[in-house]
């Protein structure tokens, strides 16, 4: 709730004390450890490497930069550090820049409490309104970051000279706040040159005019390292200002990917059709990424963002009612047979390095049949497919693909005892027909995929049978 104080005299009384933005950072980070809060709630995979080194540079009093490949997280880092400052924050009324009341900087603060003294009215800025942000841009500007002349104050009669004919920057606007650039090196190098008194002097200067502003302001950046070395650079004079330099990086392991993938993908049900979505098929989706991240084909100077896995997860669940439509289903499941629309969410977010003309396919097709075969390996123990496999070779086949309904996958594994307890294991007690099927899918190629079994595929369908049974 906001609070009801409304005047300078009231604040004073009410024994609130005036403290830096790191001040107040430092002490707030310093409850949240002692209590065991997370410092940062929405962030997984950064436990026991990125967090501590955050938690390290808030208490000494740091700016930081954040450097890492996209998709990383740095910018919901930055945001959410909003959490650890103090809910409501006094500032003189009608201040531009919130003013200290304690301690005035603007033209306009100052007057106003040299006139009103104990009666100066008072107004209270939410923590959400103390964060500034700006993408670096080749054409950003001074005016931009620290402020220009406004030509309609002027115009009012004011003289060039006179503070209140200034309209105040991004940077000076969040005094008593966090100020982030994103993508620092994209900024034009004499406009760095802007900053360094920000960060280190703690004013700001416009147009040569005789003011001083010492602005409060925690400076926070993210840089990427491509763009770090090759499209731009920070300029050493900067660098050398931030305090902490943290390094970001992409989940280390599947589970932890999933984790992510699960908080942050749209839900499944679309319309009237729900999605039920098999563990099996997430950990695939995860796998393709982090096979990705490993592939010498794939750039990783560029990246594989974990929104290829987020965009991944829903473009499968989107796919599986588009068949279920097609097939008069209101429960889908993603499919092994899905995993093919995935060339859509995926080459817009990994780089190829240079290969032959037409080779971008075939690479993307051998990290998804390695994601298969890695989860199938993790899930699915020989001993369990034996008798699958003494079944294909007595002559069993079957068709799978995009117009077999779950209901028939469901009736073939009914048939087969072993492929039915199987993939009612996989599917995690979940007995609808699309779970099942599922899961039949995910067998079969498994069993294909370790040279156990023959596939022929052709357009959406693919047909397996034994490894010792000719076409």
Do not use: C
Request: charged share 25%.
């Amino acid at each position: 709730m906001k609070p009801t104080i409304t005047t300078f005299g009231q604040l004073q009384s009410s024994g609130w004390i005036s403290r830096s933005i790191k001040e107040e950072i430092r002490s707030n980070t310093v409850q949240r450890i002692r209590s065991g809060e997370p410092l940062i709630a929405s962030i997984l995979g950064y436990d026991d490497t990125v967090l501590p080194q955050v938690q390290n540079a808030l208490l000494a009093g740091h700016d930081i930069v954040f450097l890492g490949e996209r998709g990383q997280g740095k910018t919901r880092i930055i945001r959410s550090l909003t959490g650890l400052l103090d809910e409501w924050m006094p500032i003189v009324a009608g201040s531009e820049i919130n003013d200290d009341p304690y301690h005035p900087v603007s033209r306009h603060a100052r007057d106003l409490v040299r006139e009103h003294g104990d009666d100066t009215p008072i107004d209270w800025v939410h923590r959400d309104d103390r964060y500034g942000e700006k993408l670096a841009t080749p054409d950003t500007s001074i005016a931009d970051l620290i402020g220009e002349v406004d030509p309609i104050k002027v115009a009012e009669g004011r003289y060039l000279s006179d503070e209140l004919t200034l309209h105040y920057g991004l940077v000076p606007r969040t005094n008593r706040g966090i100020f982030a650039i994103n993508e620092l090196p994209d900024l034009s190098e004499r406009i760095q040159v802007g900053l360094l008194n920000v960060m280190e002097e703690r004013d700001v200067q416009v147009r040569g005019y005789k003011i001083r502003l010492p602005l409060d302001v925690l400076l926070v950046a993210s840089a990427n390292p491509e763009d770090y070395t090759n499209r731009g650079r920070i300029i050493t004079p900067l660098k050398d200002r931030f305090g902490s330099q943290i390094r970001t990086h992409y989940p280390l392991d599947v589970a932890t990917e999933m984790q992510i993938v699960q908080q942050e993908a749209r839900p499944a049900t679309i319309g009237d059709v729900q999605v039920r979505y098999p563990t099996f098929m997430a950990e695939i989706v995860a796998e393709i990424s982090h096979l990705a991240r490993a592939n010498a084909n794939v750039s990783q100077r560029s990246g594989v963002s974990v929104r290829v896995s987020v965009s991944n997860h829903e473009l499968l669940a989107a796919n599986a009612v588009r068949r279920g439509l097609r097939a008069g289903e209101t429960i889908v499941a993603p499919r092994v047979s899905d995993l093919d629309a995935l060339v859509a969410s995926t080459a817009g977010k990994i780089e190829i390095e240079s290969v032959e003309d037409g080779r971008e396919g075939a690479v993307f097709e051998q990290i998804l049949r390695s994601a298969v075969l890695q989860v199938y390996k993790r899930r699915v123990s020989g001993d369990k497919t034996k008798e699958l496999v003494v079944a294909f070779e007595a002559g069993t086949v079957v068709s799978t693909g995009e117009d077999v309904t779950s209901a028939e996958l469901f009736a073939f594994a009914e048939q087969m005892p072993e492929l039915q307890k199987l993939a009612m294991s996989l599917a995690d007690g979940d007995e609808s027909p699309a779970a099942v099927a599922s899961a039949v899918e995910f067998v079969l190629e498994g069993l294909h995929l370790a040279k156990r079994l023959n596939k022929d595929a052709s357009g959406g369908r693919a047909v397996y049978r034994s490894r010792s049974t000719t076409v």
